[in-house]
């Protein structure tokens, strides 16, 4: 039999018995062997996935009250099916006995939804688990104690990719939410779920606190048991200074396997005078203390000091009076240049002035007005999310300009984002494994996109592109594009005090915080 008529015939059956849950550990396990090979039948799942989560998706069919009349007046309100009691003695018994389980159905029902409307909504499960690695076949699943206001629930979902959340299908199983139902993940993706307290059980109580799940998922589609990610310890901060010698070398940036490192800020308002270099792959280097070592001079060369006798064994050549001594070098000679100094490696990016300058005072004693949230308004899907999460508007304090309408780029990576704003000509780049976030100058170029190794990833086109492809430590930290190239649509923005507000394409709010954590965040709007 080829290969062909085997995928046609046997291995589409097994398909369909995997859909269905009914096949064997041995079937399952040489089937999902299979998938890893062909494309065909990987193409034949997909398809009957669809199919059946189109099935789902189909409205109960309703009988017209003309045949429910027929079938009723044929069976129910037949006289052949009336039901004689043989006494009218019995008769009572039966009442009786359905009226006492009557009671205690109802009983039952009241005790159980009175226990269930005191207890509060949570998240009790979910799969996979915080830090997981997850096969690309299996959906995402979030279980709940009690049932929920599913629309409300979906409306305090967000999650990054930011683009996952319109693709990925939302199926209910009973409490539990399932994502991705009949698609497949990204392959080697940080994803992160977040749901807020605005989801509420089905008596409008608020989820008791918010639910963050992060994970990654592998580049097999046959994994079958999910591993947990290697723990890396953060590296320390060097404490010590760098050698007193300058080095003409600039420091590498940081990459992928080093996640405690962030990469160096580059403030917006200066040209940057050296872009990054080293390959994505290699591990920065951070200047030693002990690199190079001050040699001592020869005693001979150097003058001793005023308060040291000299040697007596020494023979110094002592100066002509109408000659000046050379001075001989000496350690404390070389000097730590002061013009180029080495770059400070911390999380907190540096931004832009119009994002943190207060207005000038008008005069010297009359000091300008503190902007309040009652005279600069927050509204919209940023005062959705600005008023309905005490630790956002906490954490961004009080607005300190209106939101306005910008054109913006947004592209989703495999580790995070990227975010052209083009009113400041700054483009973000959004890590999802760190969190951490850095803005670096927009690029004038544009580059044009190529299909990356890894499946259903790109080499990213366009303005982000040409950025991506020049600076190393951006496709390090990133990976590669989802797509391949950005979403170019309008945009809104608004600075507050300790960070600003964007608005993605998928209609989510990015919280970045200028604050010392450097860190930014994607909410769902509730009011969506």
């Not at 608004?494 to 450097?518: C, I, K, P, R």
Request: proline share 12%; charged share 20%; hydrophobic share 30%.
């Amino acid at each position: 039999m080829s290969d062909y008529d085997r995928c046609t015939t046997e291995y589409r059956e097994l398909i369909s018995g995997y859909i269905d849950g009914d096949l064997d550990a041995v079937d399952r396990e040489r089937l999902l062997d299979h998938l890893t090979t062909c494309p065909d039948c990987r193409s034949t799942l997909e398809s009957y996935r669809r199919i059946g989560g189109q099935l789902r998706s189909l409205s109960r069919a309703v009988p017209p009250p003309e045949l429910r009349r027929a079938i009723y007046a044929s069976t129910v309100n037949s006289n052949s099916r009336k039901v004689y009691f043989l006494s009218s003695r019995l008769g009572y018994s039966v009442a009786a006995i359905a009226a006492v389980a009557l009671l205690f159905i109802v009983a039952a029902y009241l005790l159980i939804n009175g226990y269930q409307r005191t207890i509060d909504p949570e998240v009790v499960a979910s799969e996979p688990g915080n830090g997981m690695l997850w096969p690309l076949s299996r959906p995402i699943e979030i279980t709940f104690n009690k049932e929920m206001d599913r629309e409300s629930v979906e409306s305090a979902l967000s999650i990054v990719p930011a683009s996952e959340k319109d693709r990925l299908s939302r199926d209910w199983d009973g409490n539990t939410l399932v994502l991705g139902q009949n698609q497949t993940l990204h392959s080697s993706s940080s994803y992160t779920i977040l749901i807020t307290t605005n989801a509420e059980d089905k008596w409008g109580k608020n989820l008791g606190s918010s639910f963050k799940l992060q994970f990654e998922t592998s580049d097999s589609f046959a994994l079958q048991t999910p591993e947990p990610l290697p723990t890396l310890s953060p590296t320390a901060e060097p404490t010590t200074t760098p050698s007193a010698t300058p080095s003409k070398t600039p420091v590498p940036p940081p990459t992928a396997t080093e996640e405690s490192a962030a990469p160096p800020v580059i403030d917006p308002t200066e040209e940057p005078t050296q872009a990054p270099s080293g390959q994505p792959t290699e591990e920065p280097k951070r200047p030693a203390a002990t690199s190079t070592p001050v040699p001592q001079p020869p005693a001979a060369t150097s003058e001793p000091p005023d308060d040291v006798a000299p040697d007596p064994t020494a023979t110094p050549i002592p100066p002509t009076p109408t000659e000046e001594p050379e001075p001989a070098p000496s350690p404390t000679a070389t000097v730590r240049p002061t013009s180029t100094p080495a770059p400070t490696w911390t999380p907190r990016p540096i931004p832009s002035p119009t994002e943190t300058e207060m207005p000038a005072t008008s005069t010297a004693t009359e000091p300008a007005p503190t902007a309040t949230p009652d005279s600069i308004p927050v509204v919209g899907a940023f005062g959705n999310v600005y008023w309905g999460n005490e630790l956002v508007l906490n954490r961004l304090g009080e607005p300190t300009a209106s939101a306005s309408t910008i054109t913006g780029v947004e592209l989703d990576f495999q580790h995070g984002a990227m975010f052209s704003r083009s009113d400041t000509n700054q483009t973000y780049v959004l890590e999802s494994a760190t969190g951490l976030w850095s803005v670096v100058p927009s690029s004038s170029d544009s580059a044009n996109s190529e299909p990356a190794p890894e499946a259903e990833t790109w080499i990213p086109g366009g303005s982000l592109g040409a950025l991506w492809s020049t600076e190393p430590w951006i496709q390090s930290a990133l990976g590669y594009a989802l797509a391949p190239s950005g979403t170019v649509f309008d945009s809104r923005v608004q600075t507050f005090e300790n960070g600003t507000m964007l608005m993605s394409s998928s209609g989510q709010v990015y919280v970045v915080y200028a604050d010392t954590s450097g860190t930014w965040e994607l909410y769902p709007d509730p009011g969506s």
